[in-house]
């Protein structure tokens, strides 16, 4: 079987895996609105995204180009040659979107293509130029077309700012308008608002979703074209008194209705105009492999120019049809699509009181912050008290029961829609290269601003957020660049050998993302619900799964110090912060739990808080032993000595002998025997003191040196520290037992 046979089969399998990475990353483009706002049951809005991307996979053979000819000459290469650069594009967007979907962080495939593209040329010419003796580096030009490339890298600074400043313009205006407490005038202007929305949206569909796609210049393309203005206008009148009329005879909610719409427009869109990104170089891959073997026979790969890329292209329609398929199972079915989603879902999210913010606080969020408060008090020093006393109580949150609450209410998701499809069609009309993955998200982080999403509570954390997100993007191009040169160099000089090895290393790097991925979310899983009714349950269940981690990771320590095992030291290390990271997202749940208390309740939620203040400090105290100990061997410093390992491990047999009886003092809700733990508590301590007592004199005696005594006179202290919290713990407990 030929290379180059197997060369397309493998860019065919990558196809397949860049369907799935692509639609992963891109699905937050339209999913997040409707889900954010809760529109509708979650199967619901996947069936209209889905129908809007088959739709769009059946016409986007019109864009194929872009992979073909869009960012090289190729006339200036030979089968070879476009063949290594196929692979090198496809290995590099494979593992890139497979990482950013790993981490939760929506990036554009388009940047992701084309920057792959542009390395992937750039390292083929310049090989072919130091091949050829009258060519310069500077010729590099003539093998790829530069301006296409900085008209993206400015589409994207247009576009950023663009979309976040109208995003927050006009989210500031609608609010003002209608308030959050929109139904009432909803009632008498619901039509009208939702008639434009649609009205924009029918003409996004119209610019982006067909304008772009296999209908191109055809005879509905003409027509429309030619008749926008009408359609635009009769869509505005038809939708407007439908709409108005649903709402007056059967109160209908028609913001769901947009944000369906506007759904099912973006989704349209996306497969459109973004399939391309994903099929586009495996499809070039083989229209080379059938214009290289319908040629002459005995034609040589390594001279047979590839002009036939120049050629329109025509993408079988089975070929569009699969990747729709393959593009809507991704959708429902993908983990790492919903992980995605959430970032930006929870970068906009309303309520920021409940849960932990997902980003965290840098020097450049805190400036900002910093600098905007400063200047809100300067603004709000010359607006009248009235004016600003009316604001407010236009941008005063309506309250909805933190278990049904969306992130978002639907007039802001009707807004990031809107905006959003508008945008993307006024910038396709103008010849702009617009990414749908900035604009959409943009809008949706300038409507947060102005909705007052990002409060005083918030505001770092999700700056620190988008500014994350941003330079994710630019990222994107940068690493999609470099990767594309180190595996076309790879593969051009590695031939049949370096396809092997990128082909299995890709596939352990996308193996273990994937592994990282799941057992990311499940180190993550959400709290479960708690009211006054299981509030105690849930406390008794958090407290003996900590006393039980506490002996295990105790004496996992004392044997990875002794034995100076570095991989167990890791793992408790870990362990340790999963147990951290518990205790932390308790601390911030506090205050949710602490409202849904009855009103006679103060003493159980004083208890409460005792608990968790409890359970924190013991997750800290072990940190205080295994951050150390893992240190301490990781710096290749000698472990504990024959004697301290004894001595520690008598103290690690009597807590694990009083954690037993703590165990058990807790299942059966009886703490009648704890004066006897007291003592054995009393006991263990003064094990501790001869302990210290012992390296004191081990020191004097200069039987221990410097690091080994720190560690070892720490790890006396933390187990004193850890043995006193623990009790404090089991005190606390009872007394929160008592109450209820």
Known sequence: MSIYLIAVCILMALAVMGLIVGVSNDATNFLNSAIGSKAAPRWVILLVASVGIMLGAISANGMMEVARSGIFSPAEFVFAEVMIMFLAVMFTNVILLDLYNTFGLPTSTTVALVFSLLGAAVAVGIVKIFSIPDIAIGDIGKYIKSGRVLGIISGILISVAIAFTIGTIVQFITRLLFSFRYKRMMKYFGGIWAGMAITAITYFIIIKGIGESSLKDGAIDIYIKEHTGIILTYSLLFWTLLLQLCIWLFEVNVLKFVVLVGTFSLALAFAGNDLVNFIGVPMAGLSSYEAFMAADIGADAKTFTMEALNNPVDTKYYYLVIAGAIMTLTLWFSKKSRTVTETEVSLARQNSDTGVEKFGSTMLSRAIVRATLNASNSVNKVIPDKALEFIDKRFTPKKVPSKDAPSFDLLRASVNLTLSSILIALGTSLKLPLSTTYVTFMVAMGSSLSDRAWGRDSAVYRITGVLTVISGWFLT???????????????????????????????????????????????????????????????????????????????????????????????????????????????????????????????????????????REVAYALNFMTEPGYTHIENNHKGLSTIQASELLNVNNAISKMFASMHVMIQKNDYSELPELLQEQQGISEMLSDARKNQVKRIKEEQSGTRNSILYLGLINESKNLMIQSINLLKALRDFSGQN
């Not at 050998?497 to 993550?524: F, Y």
């Not at 799964?545 to 290390?573: C, H």
């Open 477 to 615: 191009a940068l690493i999609a660049f470099v990767i594309a040169i180190t595996v076309a160099l790879v593969l051009y000089f590695g031939e049949t050998g370096g396809v092997i090895g990128m082909t299995i290393l890709a596939a352990i790097l996308i193996v273990r993302s994937n592994v990282m991925h799941t057992k990311k979310v499940e180190e993550r899983k959400p709290l479960p619900a708690i009211d006054s009714e299981n509030i105690v349950q849930h406390c008794i269940e958090n407290v003996e799964q900590t006393l039980k981690n506490v002996v295990s990771i105790y004496s996992d320590t004392i044997v990875g110090l002794t034995n100076e095992d570095r991989k167990l030291l890791k793992s408790v290390k870990q362990q340790v912060e999963e147990l951290k990271f518990e205790a932390r997202e308790l601390e911030s749940n506090v205050y949710n739990v602490l409202r849904k208390l009855q009103k006679d309740q103060y003493a159980t939620g004083h208890f409460y808080v005792m608990v968790i203040d409890y359970l």
